[in-house]
């Protein structure tokens, strides 16, 4: 069965940086788009970062010039770039997959990861 693992959050000061990992492993077909989603205490999970196959990038409004998504794609790994964080962005941040597996190579579904802490203060 496939598995998503995030990697990489913690604690950072205000106008630091920090680097999440997403790790996709076990029975994996082929991923067609990797993205970065967060959930904010008290808010619905919004997407923060996408990048699908054709490495055409996408950005929610309040992170574009700031945060990088990238992609490996022979590692089956992503990871998104954070600068000049802010407070606002401390949240829950996931890794979610979209992705067919071996066992049904014509069916592309979500897989999430089960998220890593990023908090911003001083």
């Known amino acids: 069965q496939a598995r998503i693992v995030e990697s990489g959050g913690g604690l950072v000061q205000p106008g630091e940086s920090l680097t999440l990992s997403c790790l996709a492993s076990g029975s994996i077909g082929t991923i067609y788009a990797m993205s970065w989603y967060r959930q904010a205490p008290g808010k619905q999970r919004e997407l923060v970062a996408a990048?699908?196959?054709?490495?055409?990038?996408r950005y929610a409004d309040s992170v574009k010039g700031r945060f990088t998504i990238s992609r490996i794609n022979a590692k089956n790994t992503a990871y998104l770039q954070m600068n000049q964080m802010k407070p606002e962005d401390t949240a829950v941040y996931y890794c979610?997959?979209?992705?067919?597996?071996?066992?049904?190579?014509?069916?592309?579904?979500?897989?999430w990861g089960k998220g890593t802490l990023v908090t911003v203060s001083s």
């Open positions: 990048m699908p196959h054709d490495n055409r990038t």
């Open positions: 979610n997959a979209q992705m067919t597996s071996p066992e049904a190579p014509r069916r592309i579904a979500d897989y």
